[in-house]
């Protein structure tokens, strides 16, 4: 590992403390994960699509191009799911070879694997079965939230990119506004759960879209996102903000 770290460590960032509801431990906050996933993952592409949000297959690739994807490039791609960035880095870079999918979900890897030939990895983002400076771009899609400390992984990211690759890490937050909160909270809460549950052909799914709710809620703040890709060493650390809720967090090894 050849980040460059300050001398004091910052406390760790713990990932969505919505806690006592689901889980009492890291062991059981990192299990839980795992079977949600795994459970769903048949439903995950459907219910995806049916919210919406704009955040579909267009602006995946959008975000993408955005931070700096381009043809040719060595993607690697963190908490891939069932492959909805991959597939959009597989058309920018335009071979399907050059882009991996690491997920620690057999279930939803299953599920990428039936649509796109690329390179999988069983893995979790903290360690990243890779060799250093492997990739010339690493993309994250909406798993910040499933983070226990984001420098952990941050470095790790940092250690499989090559000098001056890109990094891409794409969230929801909350709006800035109580209102815009208010707004997204009650379309999270209620709208998600119901059609997950009109949908869903697992017992899990609303679970799994209720949860996800919680964890956006609980997520560390932008602030503390952008401070630590600073921390671990990575350079032009910037937020871009589409909608008022999609963060494209980017920066550069
Ligand atoms: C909401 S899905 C996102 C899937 C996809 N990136 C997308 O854009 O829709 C979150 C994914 O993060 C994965 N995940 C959870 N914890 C992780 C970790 N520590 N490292 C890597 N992936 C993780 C889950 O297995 C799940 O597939």
New binding site residues.
């Given amino acids: 590992m050849n980040a460059p770290r300050t001398p004091e460590k910052a406390p760790p960032l713990t990932a969505p403390p919505a806690g006592g509801a689901y889980w009492r431990s890291e062991e059981e906050r990192?299990a839980l994960?795992?079977r949600l996933?795994d459970d769903t993952a048949v439903d995950?592409d459907r219910i995806?699509k049916f919210i919406g949000f704009g955040s579909g297959s267009w602006y995946?690739r959008q975000a993408l191009l955005r931070a700096g994807l381009k043809e040719g490039m060595r993607v690697l791609?963190?908490?891939?799911?069932?492959g909805?960035?991959t597939r959009e880095a597989v058309r920018v870079v335009g071979n399907p070879a050059l882009v991996w999918a690491?997920?620690?979900?057999p279930g939803?890897l299953a599920e990428a694997r039936r649509i796109l030939a690329v390179p999988t990895l069983l893995a979790?983002?903290?360690a990243i079965p890779c060799r250093d400076g492997q990739f010339d771009f690493l993309a994250?899609?909406?798993?910040l939230r499933?983070?226990a400390d984001l420098e952990v992984?941050f470095a790790e990211f940092r250690r499989v990119l090559t000098p001056g690759g890109r990094l891409c890490l794409?969230e929801i937050t909350k709006p800035a506004s109580r209102i815009g909160t208010a707004l997204l909270k009650a379309y999270m809460r209620n709208f998600v759960p119901l059609a997950a549950r009109l949908l869903a052909r697992r017992r899990d799914t609303p679970l799994l879209w209720r949860y996800?709710w919680d964890t956006i809620a609980a997520c560390v703040p932008p602030d503390a996102v952008l401070d630590a890709l600073r921390r671990v060493g990575f350079a032009e650390v910037s937020r871009y903000v589409e909608l008022g809720i999609f963060s494209e967090y980017t920066a550069t090894r």
């Fill in positions: 990192i994960t795992r996933f995950y995806e995946r791609d963190v908490a891939a799911g069932t909805l960035v690491l997920d620690p979900s939803m979790l983002g903290e994250m899609g909406y798993a499933h983070l992984v794409l996800y």
